[in-house]
């Protein structure tokens, strides 16, 4: 349903994305990390928000996902809770809200749905995170997954580089997709891997795929909005695909606000206010 449709939008839940994979119909998410991103990302009709501790890098200015607290995320999380009605919204778990301790990653996971209104969050990896999905899970909130390049794992990888790419990464990505599906995770992302495996991955699994740089044979899509809209002017990733150039569009109206400031082009009469002339000159003569 699009956000333009005469009826009311229904808000989209994890059975929204089970059923859209059923009906072949693909699932659209988008990330956002304040109220007017999430207001503009719902209002678009966008099935999913992602909170991502990606924000580390595009708004916090950090060079990876490490250094994100739960405070951080919790934070921003909230700010897009409030500007989202429809969307499912899910939490990024940053780095060591989960891997220490399946206690800790349970009490962190339910302060993304108890204190910053998220539907569900996000972690990555694959066997090794089984018990705590399954714990989350079991406490009632949902997973959703995270195969592929994990960001969190980024210095173990050696870089940002694509995942299962030879023969035996690739069995290894597959066998722990099935492993968080049979954990009960109700969908998969799965980031910088082979179009081709990532399509054979989504045919065999229930559950959906939502690619970022894994082609378009996932289940669904999900892109950076930061990246998407252009706002850096700086490397992008192979698999963005830039819809707009605001950092241009931005860059251009700061120069030309600094270029009205120094000229004294702004503010012009129509940006002030007024006091009546009667008033005007009682005060002038009261201050004589």
């Known amino acids: 349903m699009s956000a333009t449709s005469d009826s009311p939008r229904k808000k989209i839940t994890t059975h929204t994305f089970r059923l859209k994979k059923q009906r072949g119909e693909s699932i659209t998410m988008l990330t956002a990390y304040d109220y007017p991103t999430a207001l503009a990302?719902?209002?678009?009709?966008?099935?999913?928000?992602?909170?991502?501790?990606?924000?580390?890098?595009?708004?916090?200015?950090?060079?990876?996902?490490?250094?994100?607290?739960?405070?951080?995320?919790?934070?921003?999380?909230?700010?897009?809770?409030?500007?989202?009605?429809?969307?499912?919204?899910?939490?990024?778990?940053?780095?060591?809200?989960?891997?220490?301790?399946?206690?800790?990653?349970?009490?962190?996971?339910?302060?993304?749905?108890?204190?910053?209104?998220?539907?569900?969050?996000?972690?990555?990896?694959?066997?090794?995170?089984?018990?705590?999905?399954?714990?989350?899970?079991?406490?009632?909130?949902?997973?959703?997954?995270?195969?592929?390049?994990?960001?969190?794992?980024?210095?173990?990888?050696?870089?940002?580089?694509?995942?299962?790419?030879?023969?035996?990464?690739?069995?290894?990505?597959?066998?722990?997709?099935?492993?968080?599906?049979?954990?009960?995770?109700?969908?998969?992302?799965?980031?910088?891997?082979?179009?081709?495996?990532?399509?054979?991955?989504?045919?065999?699994?229930?559950?959906?795929?939502i690619g970022i740089g894994a082609g378009v044979g996932c289940d669904g899509q999900v892109l950076v909005t930061h990246d998407l809209l252009g706002l850096f002017d700086r490397f992008i990733p192979k698999f963005v695909k830039k819809y707009a150039d605001l950092h241009s569009t931005i860059a251009r109206a700061l120069t030309a606000y600094k270029e009205d400031v120094e000229t004294k082009v702004f503010p012009a009469e129509e940006h002030t206010f007024s006091i009546p002339d009667e008033e005007w000159e009682e005060f002038v003569k009261s201050e004589e």
């Not at 099935?47 to 890098?57: A, H, K, W």
């Not at 220490?100 to 910053?116: C, H, S």
């Open 41 to 209: 990302v719902d209002r678009a009709g966008i099935d999913s928000i992602l909170v991502g501790d990606s924000l580390g890098m595009v708004v916090l200015g950090y060079d990876n996902t490490l250094p994100v607290t739960m405070a951080d995320m919790l934070h921003h999380c909230k700010a897009v809770a409030r500007g989202s009605d429809c969307a499912l919204l899910i939490g990024d778990m940053p780095f060591m809200s989960y891997q220490a301790e399946v206690n800790a990653a349970v009490r962190n996971a339910g302060r993304f749905l108890q204190e910053a209104g998220m539907d569900a969050v996000k972690l990555e990896g694959g066997r090794e995170r089984v018990p705590a999905i399954k714990a989350i899970i079991g406490a009632g909130i949902p997973v959703l997954g995270h195969l592929g390049l994990t960001p969190q794992s980024v210095h173990q990888m050696g870089g940002f580089r694509a995942q299962g790419k030879t023969a035996a990464a690739a069995q290894k990505l597959i066998e722990d997709a099935h492993l968080l599906q049979d954990a009960g995770c109700f969908g998969i992302v799965l980031e910088s891997v082979p179009a081709r495996l990532a399509a054979y991955l989504s045919e065999q699994l229930e559950i959906p795929t």
